[in-house]
């Protein structure tokens, strides 16, 4: 989806418009490389269509004398990453230095910004906003983030010009699709994927963040128990996979050098931990987050559990040592309750909720076994092929009134095919060339998973309008 970043100096309002235009959706707090904690990422809807949003400003210097740098730090992320820029000033005091610094900053940059001249409470005073034109912006919005005025307006002109999201999709649905298939002959056609699949091999990824017990469930899997070699600073090593046969079918642990090393500090190892988790999900099938049953769903394990999602690779969310919290709790709790506990982890994790959950304890060797069965099973899944006929049937049989979708939004499927596998992908021929609306589409991926399951696995649509 596309971003729209917001920045200003600190008090202008920037955390009240964030949250006003996020509502209670704001989620994921950014841990990227080389990045520290100082942005959070929200999502926001506007008329049907969708986009995430990032609050550049989350760590807002006390010190005066840290406010250039602050502004420097923020215009960078903004510039980097948005595709459309809010800079908000605050309407009810006098422009600032830092705020004609990072006009100035911003307007340089050539992309397009929108300048909210926030606390115009009154809608009298609204045409004060016009003073703030000296800063160099055509677009001025006087808006009250804290009473809701002028937010409408600001967000019709922002979306306005956001890219339209295309739906990253496998490579060779392009090649399976070069000529369109006759409607009414639908011959189900060889389907190509990445890389044939070896079915008797699956690639596992471990991933999580530190101390989460990857390592250790990675000995459980592995019937192994190597010491923990932490790598010698500015050393490489290589990639050391891991394969295991249970029941006929291999497992091969992907990277597990890189499983196991450990950064110097916290930060490092943390930053570390999300590096590992995009680098192996690369080359795995099957992504097991891992998380601590005694601390919950962390900011970090919703940041790689995004990653997971994003990369197509099926999913598993495990929750380890499980031991501790269902016997003998030292911080006098009552013990857990596994059903209360799920929807915890299913409400912080939305996106997932297609993963299977597994409770169990890799140092105890509870429940490990489930993991074999678990990751079998969702890679059958993600390979599973749905013919032409059976996707027809289907589709006929979906009460589209069901989706809670405004009219205007609703594109009508005149045939649906699944174009690939590893994950399945469906390409749905329209009758408008439109990017789907999220509701839309949440709403028929949960119908496909109904009829066909696709446990474990992200579903891709990608739209084609007919003629
Ligand atoms: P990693 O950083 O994710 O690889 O985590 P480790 O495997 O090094 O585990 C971190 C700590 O948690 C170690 O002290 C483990 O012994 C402990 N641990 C891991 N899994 C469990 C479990 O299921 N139960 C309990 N009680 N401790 C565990």
């Known amino acids: 989806a596309p971003l729209i970043a917001v920045c200003g100096r600190p008090n202008v309002g920037k955390s009240t418009l964030f949250n006003r235009l996020t509502g209670t959706r704001r989620s994921i707090v950014g841990d990227e490389p080389g990045i520290t904690r100082d942005r959070i990422y929200g999502e926001i809807e506007w008329q049907s269509e969708y986009a995430r949003i990032v609050d550049t400003g989350g760590v807002v210097p006390d010190d005066e004398a840290l406010i250039p740098s602050e502004i420097y730090r923020q215009a960078r992320v903004a510039l980097d990453e948005a595709d ?85 999709a496998p490579e060779e649905l392009e090649e399976v699709w070069e000529e369109e298939p006759d409607p009414n002959a639908p011959k189900p056609r060889k ?28 000995n459980a899997l592995t019937g192994t128990d190597r010491s923990i070699v932490s790598p010698i600073a500015g050393t490489t090593r290589d990639a050391v996979d891991e394969l295991v046969e249970r029941n006929g079918h291999g497992f091969r642990f992907v990277d597990t050098a890189g499983i196991r090393r450990k950064g110097k500090t916290t930060l490092m190892a943390e930053k570390l931990s999300v590096i590992m988790a995009r680098k192996h999900l690369e ?13 919950g769903v962390a900011a970090l394990d919703a940041n790689i559990g995004g990653y997971a999602h ?70 059958r899944e993600r390979r599973k092929r749905v013919t032409t006929g059976q996707m027809n ?28 596998v590893a994950p399945p992908t469906f390409v749905l021929f329209t009758d408008r060339d439109v990017k789907l609306h999220f509701g839309f589409e949440r709403f028929l991926e949960n119908q496909v998973r109904e009829a066909f399951g696709f446990v474990g696995t992200p579903i891709w649509f990608k739209v084609k309008a007919r003629n």
């Open 84 to 168: 459309a820029i809010i800079m908000v000033v605050d309407g009810r005091t006098e422009l600032a230095a830092p705020d004609l610094e990072l006009a100035r900053i911003l307007l340089r940059s050539g992309k397009h910004i929108f300048l909210a001249v926030n606390k115009m409470d009154t809608v009298q005073i609204t045409s004060d906003a016009e003073n703030f034109r000296q800063l160099g912006f055509r677009d001025v919005f006087a808006i009250s983030a804290e009473h809701n005025n002028g937010i409408g307006d600001l967000l019709d002109a922002v979306f306005e010009t956001l890219p339209r999201p295309e739906v990253e």
């Open 393 to 420: 049937r289907f589709l006929a049989d979906v009460d589209f009134q069901r989706a809670s979708v405004p009219m205007n939004k609703r594109v009508k499927i005149y045939y649906m095919t699944q174009a690939a």
């Open 310 to 379: 994003e990369s197509g690779r099926s999913v598993i969310i495990v929750v380890n040592k499980w031991d501790l919290v269902t016997t003998h709790r030292t911080d006098g709790q009552p013990p857990a309750d596994q059903k209360a506990y799920t929807e915890q982890v299913r409400h912080a994790l939305k996106y997932l909720d297609y993963a299977p959950l597994l409770f169990i304890s890799a140092a105890e060797g509870i429940n490990v076994n489930s993991v074999f069965r678990e990751v079998q099973k969702v890679a």
């Open 283 to 295: 080359a795995a099938d099957v992504g097991l987050l891992i998380i601590d049953a005694t601390e």
């Open 191 to 218: 389907l190509r994927s990445h890389g044939e699949y070896d079915s008797k091999e699956t690639k596992v990824a471990i991933i999580g963040r530190p101390n989460v017990g990857k390592s250790t469930l990675l």
